[in-house]
């Protein structure tokens, strides 16, 4: 079954420094893929997809996104982390079998002064 | 609307009670999705609706879980006999082409707390 998996539940870096939030996808085909966004109390947002234009993805806020499918990896990067950065990351891909989203479990990052 | 509409944001109810959860999508949008999000999980896939059909429940974890859509806009989601294992963040999703393109956007979700 196709699987998403985030390898680390909390990820804490200090404002200034980069930033790198790991996801890993099961899948005999290259999915669809994405990064949403969650702050507290809000709905998410979208920050990147990957949808086989290209395997480096720039999305919003300066985050951007390499798709290796040789390591099946879709991590998360920002050169310099901001406070406003302190957030849920979710790494989400689309079944190739039903279309449906598959969610990750989450990544908390925290942002220290 | 601008965005997705939840409400209420927050409900504190006792074991056994009924409670509804409203959604409002982003006008146009004709799919809709429902999704919880329970502590130190990822998101569930709950129900799916296109227009007012909805081709996928199979995320609904009871036959206490039922939602409905009417007018192809707002959705209301369904709990009876709330049982502690239902507290949860419920959030609804709007989508203009669907899951194809993976942009779904996300209301600030309803916190429901069963006692």
């Known amino acids: 079954a196709q699987s998403v998996t985030q390898l680390d539940s909390h990820v804490s870096v200090s404002e200034g420094t980069p930033v790198l939030l790991r996801c890993n996808y099961s899948s005999s085909y290259s999915p669809s893929l994405f990064w949403y966004v969650q702050h507290p109390n809000k709905g998410l947002q979208l920050l990147l997809k990957?949808?086989?234009?290209?395997?480096l993805v720039k999305g919003i806020n300066g985050f951007e996104a390499e798709f290796k499918k040789s390591e099946t990896s879709f991590h998360l990067t920002k050169p310099s982390a901001h406070m406003s950065d302190a957030a849920e990351y979710f790494c989400v891909a689309r079944s190739v079998n039903t279309g449906k989203l598959i969610f990750g479990q989450g990544t908390t990052l925290q942002v220290k002064p | 609307g601008a965005g997705v509409s939840q409400s209420p944001s927050n409900k504190v109810t006792e074991k056994g009670k009924d409670v509804e959860l409203r959604c409002d999508p982003i006008s146009g949008h004709t799919a809709l999705y429902w999704y919880r999000q329970s502590l130190g999980q990822g998101l569930e896939f709950l129900i799916y609706f296109q227009g007012n059909s909805a081709p996928d429940k199979s995320g609904l974890p009871s036959d206490r879980f039922s939602a409905e859509r009417t007018g192809g806009s707002v959705s209301t989601l369904t709990i009876q006999r709330t049982q502690q294992e239902d507290s949860a963040v419920y959030l609804c999703?709007?989508?203009?082409?669907?899951?194809?393109?993976?942009?779904?956007?996300f209301g600030e979700g309803s916190r429901l707390t069963v006692l």
């Open positions: 990957y949808t086989s234009a290209a395997t």
């Open positions: 999703a709007s989508s203009f082409q669907g899951e194809v393109s993976g942009e779904l956007f």
